[in-house]
């Protein structure tokens, strides 16, 4: 699939109703969503025949991306349920298989190694000091077995790589790119109507594993 | 969902050694096909617990699975097709999923398992 092709898709989907400002619910746009999916897939093989987990996942659609690029098993994961019904029809939408888990990232119990690639875009800690590090925390410790691709203000870029490599025991830690995020005026506390803020599309490898 | 989601979901309340496996409670069983993917099935055999998988299936009404299982039967076509089957096409839509030491119920609606917990199990 093509990148425009993938980006189109994606911008059809259905994104929150009724953001929840606790939860930091704004979507992932269609044009960061399709190129972090699609450099996982193209620069490193990380997403077709794989095990997805998409953290976060909101109205899905990191977790759909990978299931477009051909991903075997897709599950997302997210504490809002509505968050969650408009995902699911959103993969009937796509007609693609994603599977959901309702649950507190932060207290998620796991077994094995399954999940080969988390991708994730974390709340960015603006409401909650510290609940992008918590996602990036679960995902490198817990859960991924090969890669973990994450969304970070680029302002926090040598805390997110202190906390990966000394926190989280990541084996690497690499921002592949700088992407430009517009925070929809969703919230009263937002003044402009957009707030375009940079962040890096980082790609960790956790510990131990290949 | 999935038995192989099911094969990496644990109970995560608070003072729960062994949350692992979950038993299931079944409401309403669905089957979705899945296109046979030799590859992929072969990677997961290796990591995941096949003797969960076998009695997670066995729970949803489907008994082909052989209780024991080795790296070279993944060259039989056949028991790949009873894998593919038991992984990936018999989804739990309707049910529940229970911790294994406190017996308290987690409910899968429309097929997706609420894991939150109560304050007090945090
Ligand atoms: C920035 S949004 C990501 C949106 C998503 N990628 C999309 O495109 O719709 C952050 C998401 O994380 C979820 N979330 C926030 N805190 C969470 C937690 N502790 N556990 C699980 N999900 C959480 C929110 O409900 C929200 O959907």
């Known amino acids: 699939m093509k990148l425009k092709q993938l980006e189109g898709l994606l911008g059809s989907l259905e994104q929150f109703s009724n953001p929840k400002i606790e939860f930091e619910q704004y979507p992932t746009g269609p044009h960061i969503a399709s190129r972090m999916l699609y450099t996982a897939e193209n620069s490193f093989g990380d997403v077709s025949d794989k095990v997805v987990a998409d953290f976060g996942c909101g109205c899905g659609t990191l977790g759909l991306a990978a299931a477009l690029l051909g991903a075997e098993h897709v599950v997302g994961f997210d504490i809002d349920a509505d968050s969650l019904e408009i995902a699911r029809d959103n993969a009937d939408e796509l007609e693609v298989d994603m599977e959901f888990v309702q649950c507190d990232i932060r207290n998620l119990s796991w077994n094995g190694q399954i999940i080969n690639t988390i991708v994730m875009n974390p709340p960015f800690g603006t409401r909650r000091k510290g609940a992008d590090m918590d996602f990036l925390s679960v995902a490198l410790k817990v859960v991924a077995s090969e890669s973990v691709y994450s969304l970070h203000k680029t302002t926090t870029r040598d805390h997110v790589r202190r906390t990966a490599l000394r926190d989280c025991n990541a084996r690497s830690a690499e921002v592949i790119c700088e992407l430009r995020y517009d925070v929809p005026q969703l919230y009263k506390f937002h003044k402009k109507k957009e707030v375009d803020i940079a962040v890096d599309l980082w790609r960790f490898v956790p510990q131990g594993k290949q | ?122």
């Open chain 2, 1 to 122: 969902m999935r038995l192989l989601t099911h094969n990496m979901l644990a109970s995560n309340i608070k003072g729960v050694a062994n949350g692992f496996p979950l038993k299931i409670e079944v409401g309403q069983v669905v089957e979705k096909h899945v296109d046979l993917n030799p590859e992929f099935l072969k990677n997961m055999f290796a990591k995941l617990d096949y003797k969960v998988l076998v009695e997670a299936s066995k729970t949803m009404g489907y008994a082909d699975l052989p209780e024991q299982a080795e790296p070279s039967m993944l060259e039989s076509e056949d028991f790949l097709r009873k894998l593919n089957h038991a992984l990936l096409e018999l989804h739990l839509e309707e049910g529940a999923l229970v911790c294994p030491e406190t017996g308290r119920k987690f409910p899968v609606n429309k097929g997706i398992p609420n894991m939150l917990l109560h304050e007090d199990e945090v």
